[in-house]
């Protein structure tokens, strides 16, 4: 009779599996989305609010209104006067333009103003920064649509 020789293998054991969250990881991954939600609504996406600017013919393109210390007053429909996203009383225009002046702003003043605004709130916004002399004034307006030749 023949002896049977049993040949046994034995496997390794398998590794744990990771089920917990790694703290570390979740934590840091946090910080970066709080981080980017803070830094964008820190800026806003463009400068004052939406309105309704008058129609021109002859527009043409305000290069430096996109600098990001360009001094931009809007006046709303309702003749809310903002200093760039803030909104402000007329009074507090010379003040608020001379500190951007001081904070290396140019020496030019854009007034971003509804189509529906009372005039009277305009010549206030004006009055109110005419003691800082500040000569260059600019109006945003939108190109107005030529007709297709036929």
């Not at 009779?1 to 917990?20: G, K, S």
């Not at 939406?50 to 600098?67: E, K, M």
Request: proline residues 7%; positive net charge; glycine residues 4%.
């Amino acid at each position: 009779m023949r002896p049977y020789i049993c040949i046994v293998q034995t496997r390794l054991p398998a590794p744990p599996l990771i089920w917990r969250i790694d703290m570390i990881v979740f934590a840091l991954a946090f910080v970066i989305v709080l981080y980017a939600f803070m830094i964008f609504s820190a800026y806003p996406i463009h400068h004052g609010l939406g309105s309704d600017l008058p129609r021109v013919s002859n527009a043409i393109v305000l290069h430096d209104a996109d600098r990001e210390d360009a001094i931009i007053i809007s006046i709303a429909r309702d003749g809310k006067i903002f200093y760039r996203a803030a909104q402000v009383q007329s009074k507090y225009l010379p003040l608020l333009v001379r500190d951007s002046m001081y904070g290396g702003a140019k020496r030019e003043i854009f007034f971003r103003v509804d189509a529906r605004a009372r005039v009277g709130t305009l010549l206030e916004a004006l009055d109110a920064v005419r003691p800082t002399g500040i000569q260059r004034i600019a109006f945003f307006a939108e190109q107005r649509r030529q007709p297709l030749p036929q």
